[in-house]
């Protein structure tokens, strides 16, 4: 994978790490069972990445902001250990003002990435704004960077390789494997 120098800068200031849940790190897609359960489909490449990412040492904060939610996301979550996660949120940009005061950082030193509308306001004021290659078009135009993934195909892994690699330590973490 190739990066701009422009990305690779945003990517490299990124000290918090924020994203949709539905049509990012899954298809968008649901099983429902019975009234109150659904069952998502995860890739296991983005299930990798927060492990990556951990063992990069930059210390990134990671979190989900979901405009849905269910039993099964709480227990993502709580299995992948994130820093931040809300669920069944009308409104991220409030949310998304909540974390930054919590984290005590500046809005430009935030990853969002997003695929629709509820996304926006959030996508507009983050330092390094990103979405799946399906993402509706209107997240599209304000973007900084389109993934070649699409939503649950390995856009957070995408975006981890691109921090790794901003901050020179894609080859130190894969070495950690390389043996």
């Given amino acids: 994978m190739s990066f701009s120098k422009k990305i690779l800068s945003k990517a490299k200031n990124v000290k918090v790490l924020l994203m949709d849940v539905d049509g990012v790190l899954t298809k968008g897609e649901m099983i429902i069972i019975g009234k109150n359960d659904e069952i998502k489909i995860w890739d296991i490449k983005d299930r990798f990445a927060y492990t990556m990412l951990r063992k990069s040492g930059l210390g990134i904060k990671i979190g989900w902001i979901s405009g849905r939610g269910s039993k099964e996301l709480q227990l993502r979550a709580k299995d992948l250990k994130l820093d931040f ?5 009308k409104d991220k940009l409030e949310v998304f003002n909540e974390i930054i005061k919590i984290a005590k950082v500046t809005p430009k030193e935030v990853c969002y990435i997003g695929d629709d509308w509820l996304d926006i306001p959030v996508l507009k004021r983050v330092g390094l704004a990103v979405c799946p290659k399906d993402a509706v078009k209107e997240v ?12 649950g195909c390995g856009v957070f892994r995408e975006i981890v390789e691109l921090i790794l690699i901003a901050n020179n330590v894609f080859d130190k973490v894969f070495s950690l494997y390389d043996k």
């Fill in 85 to 89: 996660f809300y669920q069944w949120v």
């Fill in 140 to 151: 599209k135009k304000i973007v900084h960077y389109i993934c070649s993934a699409k939503g």
